[in-house]
């Protein structure tokens, strides 16, 4: 009947929470060295606490020459110097479960730094025990094994002079692919695996999961034969087989523990899902989604074609319902500010910053919150080359150059897609150092610190904190906003995302106008006179005196239609 879940779904203490991801170098400096540290954030738990968060998720905190800024791990049982101690971290853990939270953590496997010692070995000679721990290859013509392109761009291959053969990298190369078909370097992880979920942390993000397996014979892009590099997406990417090693990692690590489980799957299909997330497989809990990320473009001029997300969130929304579960975001360390994107933040910043809040957040699945966001946190500006410290940005750059474009564009348009956009340091207050540090931070402050900061806002209940506060006890009240069925509103509206969350008789309606124009609507097909309001971020009349509604730019309202 209408409005009741699908029997197969099951309650679970995380697909009720409500996540938080740090990216420990830029939360909170404890120390005064400018960079953030644990330290710093065990002295902002209570903060968290407030704001209504459930599980925390922190980035890489290991041990790492930091070529890609932490995901380049040199010891998977270990913490950088930079950011403390295992007792730092120990004490960390215990905190954070004493304010009734959990701890997840970043698990990094499809590759390792090139300085960890499993590698250090690997690549020592051709006859070391560990050199089939990694993927190494003999070159081709001359060249390189094939024509793959490695994600952060140039080759996906690199030459070490030692052994005279290449090694794989789809990510930096120092960034060098372990080699999932060798049942010990399995072993070895799912062993490391385990000692952190004995140390007692509540689960894992799988970081570039869908990666570990790569198409048997690592042929050539058929496309691009007699082109130096290729994407070679279909032959490193859910390929055929990764479920075995899903299954075999689960079995021996994951479903031993009651933890949570977030995959970073780029390239799984709604399609595919079931075989990832599905609950009667037992592998992962949820993944994240990527379609409405490809709809960041690199010109700021494209504009924003409204239909592509609502097809973008509604493919995962009604694709793994009754079988899975979604894990909800617009933000995190590895994509620009959303409100620089599918917002107005010169005009209209509140506004886009807790209509895009809206949209997201009240979908079924867990909401994750990336720092800085839920104060409004906008890109930053970038004066020159040497502002970028992203390795991405740095080999983009480089690729850039050799096809001839100037400095002045490519400026502009790294500081369109850089992923440093989302890496500055958090804004606590408008003093020195944005209250993240007593020195110089390790990247560039936001310009706009000293207006947008969680200071302004602590205590005003109209502000982007305060609308977020408001925004997680609305979902942590109403079941239905957690488990209710997902259905689109308004399906070929251009302006207005509208959807229903709809449980046990209850219905509730989100809409929201993504725009910075006014949207008037006559003759809508809801009883909004007999509903009720319960959040909007404009001031608003609680019931409308008939059933018609304009809805300002970048304006949002939540009803309960049946009270």
């Known amino acids: 009947?209408?409005?009741?879940?699908?029997?197969?779904?099951?309650?679970?203490?995380?697909?009720?929470?409500?996540?938080?991801?740090?990216?420990?170098?830029?939360?909170?400096?404890?120390?005064?060295?400018?960079?953030?540290?644990?330290?710093?954030?065990?002295?902002?738990?209570?903060?968290?606490?407030?704001?209504?968060?459930?599980?925390?998720?922190?980035?890489?905190?290991?041990?790492?020459?930091?070529?890609?800024?932490?995901?380049?791990?040199?010891?998977?049982?270990?913490?950088?110097?930079?950011?403390?101690?295992?007792?730092?971290?120990?004490?960390?853990?215990?905190?954070?479960?004493?304010?009734?939270?959990?701890?997840?953590?970043?698990?990094?496997?499809?590759?390792?730094?090139?300085?960890?010692?499993?590698?250090?070995?690997?690549?020592?000679?051709?006859?070391?025990?560990?050199?089939?721990w990694y993927i190494w290859r003999d070159g081709k013509n001359g060249a390189e094994p094939n024509n793959w392109e490695s994600i952060f761009k140039g080759s996906a291959w690199e030459y070490d002079q030692t052994t005279e053969q290449y090694y794989l990298h789809l990510f930096s190369r120092k960034q060098p692919d372990l080699n999932w078909e060798n049942p010990e370097v399995r072993d070895a992880i799912y062993e490391m695996v385990r000692w952190w979920l004995d140390k007692g942390i509540d689960g894992f993000r799988l970081d570039a999961i869908s990666h570990i397996k790569k198409e048997a014979g690592l042929s050539d892009v058929p496309a691009l034969e007699g082109q130096a590099y290729g994407a070679a997406w279909d032959k490193m990417m859910n390929v055929d087989g990764i479920i075995e090693h899903l299954d075999e990692m689960c079995r021996e690590t994951f479903n031993r523990y009651d933890v949570m489980t977030v995959g970073e799957a780029n390239?799984?299909?709604?399609?595919?899902?079931?075989?990832?997330?599905?609950?009667?497989?037992?592998?992962?809990?949820?993944?994240?989604?990527?379609?409405?990320?490809?709809?960041?473009?690199?010109?700021?001029?494209?504009?924003?074609?409204?239909?592509?997300?609502?097809?973008?969130?509604?493919?995962?929304?009604?694709?793994?319902?009754?079988?899975?579960?979604?894990?909800?975001?617009?933000?995190?360390?590895?994509?620009?500010?959303?409100?620089?994107?599918?917002?107005?933040a010169e005009h209209y910043w509140y506004q886009s910053?807790?209509?895009?809040?809206?949209?997201?957040?009240?979908?079924?699945?867990?909401?994750?919150?990336?720092?800085?966001?839920e104060i409004g946190m906008t890109n930053t500006t970038f004066g020159s080359l040497d502002d970028f410290n992203d390795v991405a940005a740095k080999n983009q750059y480089v690729q850039m150059k050799q096809q001839g474009v100037d400095d002045a564009e490519i400026i502009r348009t790294l500081s369109q897609t850089s992923r440093d956009n989302a890496r500055t340091p958090m804004q606590w207050d408008a003093g020195p150092g944005a209250g993240f540090t007593t020195d110089r931070s390790w990247l560039a402050l936001n310009p706009n610190f000293e207006t947008i900061n969680v200071a302004s806002q602590w205590r005003d209940s109209d502000s982007v904190l305060g609308f977020y506060r408001q925004l997680i006890r609305l979902r942590k009240a109403e079941p239905a906003l957690i488990y209710g069925r997902y259905r689109l509103e308004l399906e070929s509206d251009p302006q207005v995302y509208a959807y229903s969350r709809l449980l046990d008789g209850q219905h509730w309606l989100v809409l929201v106008n993504l725009s910075d124009r006014p949207a008037q609507r006559r003759q809508l097909p809801w009883p909004l006179h007999h509903g009720r309001l319960a959040l909007a971020n404009y001031p608003v009349e609680p019931h409308p005196a008939e059933d018609t509604l304009d809805l300002r730019p970048f304006e949002a309202r939540v009803y309960r239609l049946n009270d």
Request: hydrophobic share 40%.
């Open 1 to 132: 009947m209408p409005g009741q879940p699908p029997t197969s779904v099951t309650r679970h203490w995380w697909k009720e929470a409500v996540a938080y991801q740090i990216y420990p170098r830029s939360f909170m400096d404890s120390n005064g060295d400018g960079i953030g540290d644990l330290n710093g954030i065990t002295a902002r738990l209570d903060y968290l606490q407030d704001l209504g968060i459930d599980v925390i998720w922190i980035c890489p905190m290991y041990p790492s020459p930091n070529d890609d800024n932490g995901y380049d791990i040199s010891d998977y049982q270990g913490i950088m110097a930079e950011f403390g101690t295992m007792a730092d971290f120990d004490r960390l853990l215990a905190e954070v479960h004493a304010r009734g939270m959990k701890l997840i953590l970043d698990l990094v496997v499809n590759h390792s730094s090139d300085e960890h010692p499993w590698f250090i070995e690997s690549r020592s000679s051709r006859g070391n025990p560990k050199r089939d």
């Open 267 to 344: 390239g799984v299909s709604p399609a595919q899902a079931e075989d990832w997330i599905g609950e009667r497989h037992q592998r992962l809990d949820m993944i994240f989604a990527f379609d409405h990320v490809g709809l960041w473009a690199e010109d700021e001029a494209a504009g924003l074609d409204l239909s592509q997300i609502k097809q973008a969130f509604g493919r995962w929304q009604t694709g793994v319902e009754g079988f899975g579960w979604n894990a909800l975001f617009v933000e995190n360390h590895d994509v620009p500010r959303i409100i620089s994107k599918w917002g107005d």
């Open 353 to 373: 910053a807790t209509a895009i809040a809206s949209l997201y957040f009240l979908m079924q699945g867990t909401p994750f919150i990336y720092q800085g966001q």
